[in-house]
């Protein structure tokens, strides 16, 4: 028989993890089985001969396309009010403006339909959509304020204070801004409670944009540093050195994979967020104030009054762009693609300009994520379901898979690391290495209590004299009764049919 014990199976433990992995294998089936209802493709430019894409001019491609495509490009005249910020809902299908000098602006754009305009009379920082088109936050001059879509104020956020940049993180329901003191808040939205305050010590910050793929928050700082935050670590999770100066802009694509950073030293440079590591770098005529990334990863890059837009150079080096424009006497303020569209937001010290970018939208998306043409009673419910699938601010993490794994034995990650270590310390110059075993620690040799017994065990108390002698008695009571025991024993035998014999009252 074997001495070693076997292990103990928990069956409840193995039926959970085989529903799971059931759970997995079916919804990967369900989207290979969706992939042939999506029949739209994405388009992109397509220049014949010695042409080439980044010379086709709007007016071009305005000439070219159908009227609802036409439709998309526009450009709003509003030099009283500017700079201006940008922002569009989920969906894509509603437009928010924010004039620096107090002009808010909310409309269906794709049917080129206003839904509220107001002014507040004070400075706007920054303007952010949440959930969906029924409301949105304005940074003012002091605090942050939350409107509906009638454009009545519904609440103020005390506790955002002096904020420069907003963002929402939609599945929990955060929303996050930095302000003049490097102070990174996030507030729920649902209860109206601060979840947590980072001092991110790094001076004024007005860079900031999320990760959609982890929810994290990537800020840049005026000396040169990209950090990312998530609301459960007091200290950054990353802390990376992108440029030798402050950072003007900078945007996470889709999956998580890729960033991309600009800063006053003139260059524009790509990132893996996977390693860490700076894939390429641009050289750019003049620092960038905006950047943003479509949905299939198209990049466009803002400085002065110009704008250049990249077809995916986190792939491979881009020895021209795929399309430029130019916004003669201003200077563009903030860019921002329109999802599941092909349009790109350009808001500059002017107004706003809507340009026709082929390719940058995706052509087929999910209804039950997003619905750019749902009804008054699809969003009501769509929120209802938002709400009950909530996520918690603790589940936001830079690392992603270990939501939804088991933890590890400690044991075995800690012996795991002492055979590492061994081998890395006992290795000869021949490259063998000496065979680890594993020290058992015996316990209690080295516990607290037994040092203190050794140092003790000479000392005389009226205690220890009195535990000795009580003791003592017990032993010479213990004694005494084996030694009658033995003598009974001895002189009448053990008989096993005793007890049957008739007793004497009989």
């Known amino acids: ?11 409840k433990l ?32 397509e220049a014949e001969g010695m042409e080439q894409t980044f ?17 998309k490009r526009f450009d709003l005249n509003l030099p009283q009010f500017g700079p201006y910020r940008c922002d569009y809902t989920r969906n894509g299908r509603y437009m928010l403006l924010g004039g620096s000098r107090g002009h808010v602006f909310f409309a269906d754009w794709m049917d080129t339909k206003p839904v509220c305009e107001f002014h507040v009379n004070e400075t706007i920082r920054d303007v952010q959509t949440l959930h969906n088109d029924s409301f949105f936050a304005v940074a003012q001059r002091k605090h942050a304020y939350i409107y509906d879509r009638q454009g009545t104020e519904i609440h ?30 996030y507030l729920d939205v649902t209860t109206g409670q601060l979840v947590q305050e980072h001092r991110t010590k790094g001076g004024p910050c007005d860079v900031m944009k999320q990760n959609p793929h982890n929810a994290t928050m990537c800020l840049g700082h005026g000396n040169g540093t990209v950090t990312i935050w998530t609301p459960n670590m007091p200290e950054p999770a990353v802390k990376m050195l992108c440029h030798q100066g402050p950072l003007r802009a900078l945007d996470v694509d889709l999956s998580g994979m890729h960033m991309a950073t600009t800063g006053v030293d003139g260059f524009l440079s790509l990132w893996d967020l996977r390693t860490y590591r700076r894939l390429d770098r641009y050289r750019v005529p003049r620092p960038a104030s ?34 430029t424009h130019a916004i ?14 092909d349009a790109l937001g350009v808001a500059h010290r002017n107004g706003f300009q809507s340009i026709i970018v082929p390719g940058s939208g995706e052509p087929n998306y999910d209804t039950f994520e997003q619905n750019p043409f749902s009804t008054t009673k699809q969003r009501r419910e769509a929120e209802v379901h938002q709400l009950l ?13 270990v939501i939804g794994g088991i933890t590890p034995d400690a044991r075995k990650l800690q012996r795991e690391a002492q055979r590492v270590a061994w081998e890395a310390n006992n290795t000869t110059k021949k490259g063998k290495v000496k065979e680890w075993k594993p020290k058992r620690r015996v316990r209690g040799v080295k516990a607290a209590m037994q040092r203190y017994l050794r140092k003790h065990q000479n000392v005389i108390t009226e205690k220890k004299l009195e535990v000795q002698r009580t003791l003592k008695k017990r032993r010479a009571e213990r004694d005494r009764r084996v030694k009658l025991a033995k003598a009974r024993q001895t002189e009448e035998p053990y008989d096993p049919l005793a007890r049957f014999a008739p007793s004497e009252r009989e």
């Not at 028989?1 to 069956?11: F, N």
């Not at 010379?55 to 439709?71: G, L, M, P, R, Y």
């Not at 103020?156 to 808040?185: A, D, S």
Request: proline share 4%; net charge positive; with cysteine.
């Open 1 to 11: 028989m074997s001495s070693k014990k076997k292990e103990r199976v928990d069956r």
């Open 14 to 45: 193995q039926a959970e993890l085989k529903k799971a992995g059931q759970k997995f294998e079916d919804r990967n089936l369900d989207l290979r089985r969706s992939e042939l209802l999506k029949t739209e493709e994405a388009g992109f430019l």
């Open 55 to 71: 010379k086709f001019t709007q007016e071009d491609i305005h000439s070219n396309v159908d009227i609802n495509a036409q439709a």
């Open 156 to 185: 103020i956020l005390n506790k955002f204070l002096f904020i420069n940049r907003l963002e929402f993180l939609p599945y929990h329901f955060l929303l996050t801004g930095v302000c003049k003191k490097g102070l990174l808040r």
């Open 290 to 323: 905006a950047l943003a990334i479509s949905q299939r990863k198209l990049l466009s890059i803002a400085f002065e009054g110009n704008v250049q837009i990249w077809q995916d150079p986190f792939s491979e080096h881009r020895n021209a762009p795929y399309m």
């Open 328 to 341: 003669r006497g201003s200077a563009v303020s903030d860019l921002a693609f329109a999802p599941f569209d």
């Open 389 to 401: 699938d909530k996520l918690p601010p603790e589940m936001i993490s830079v690392d992603t898979s």
